[in-house]
């Protein structure tokens, strides 16, 4: 049971607009959430976090919302540069003592110059 | 800071040889992960270890799988036998657990390619 969904494997957007990348989760424990992105050869590296008790964080170019009635969040990118083409992989805990982080399948974003 | 270092980088092997995957975290880190990439399952949590001791093995395929963590500077991910299915990308995390983010946030190593052939 998958308990945290990125449906979309790809997107492709062009530079300076948009990307959206959007994460489903199940699980009503989760209550912090993060967004990795991972280059190819390297390991994830961590971009953006959101507590469930916020509904949107920003940092710089990138915003994370989150809407706990839908169980949903999405990552905001703008302007998309060609430096952000990667995976980006959203990823939920909840917390406490008995730690997991449990990551979606990932998203490739792919930024058109 | 180095980071978080694996090795080796890449290993091909064949089916029913031992595999031994290595893992430094950073320094002063004082919980370890390891996780598993595949195409079909994404990634996944093996185990990790908090003050080096195993807190949570349930994600552990099946008995030819163990990890130990001997000190808090050195990890290692054993398979034996290995089987062509055993064929993923293991990544090492660590995080010091401290503060709002630190107690959330993982840092990765870059992983260690692993073909059972």
């Known amino acids: 049971d998958q308990q945290v969904k990125q449906n979309s494997p790809s997107l492709s957007v062009q530079e300076g607009r948009i990307s959206i990348l959007n994460c489903d989760y199940t699980n009503s424990m989760f209550d912090y959430f993060l967004w990795y992105k991972k280059y190819p050869a390297e390991g994830p590296t961590f971009l953006i976090s959101i507590s469930s008790i916020k509904d949107k964080n920003e940092d710089g170019r990138f915003t994370v919302f989150l809407n706990k009635s839908a169980k949903h969040l999405s990552l905001h990118i703008v302007p998309s540069q060609p430096g952000d083409s990667a995976v980006y992989f959203c990823?939920?805990?909840?917390?406490?003592?008995?730690?997991?982080?449990?990551f979606g399948k990932g998203t490739l974003l792919t930024v058109n110059p | 800071d180095a980071g978080v270092i694996q090795s080796p980088r890449h290993e091909v092997t064949e089916m029913g040889q031992e595999v031994t995957l290595r893992c430094k975290p950073i320094?002063?880190?004082?919980?370890l992960f390891w996780y598993r990439q595949t195409m079909m399952r994404g990634l996944e949590l093996l185990i990790y270890?908090?003050?080096?001791?195993?807190?949570?093995d349930s994600g552990m395929p099946e008995d030819r799988f163990s990890a130990k963590m001997p000190n808090a500077s050195f990890s290692t991910l054993k398979i034996q036998p290995s089987e062509p299915r055993d064929s993923a990308v293991y990544f090492c995390?660590?995080?010091?657990?401290?503060?709002?983010?630190?107690?959330?946030?993982?840092?990765f190593g870059a992983g260690s390619r692993l073909t059972v052939l």
């Open positions: 320094s002063g880190h004082n919980s």
């Open positions: 990823a939920a805990t909840s917390g406490g003592s008995n730690y997991k982080l449990t």
């Open positions: 270890f908090n003050n080096n001791v195993p807190i949570d």
């Open positions: 995390a660590s995080r010091h657990g401290k503060g709002a983010v630190g107690a959330n946030v993982l840092t």
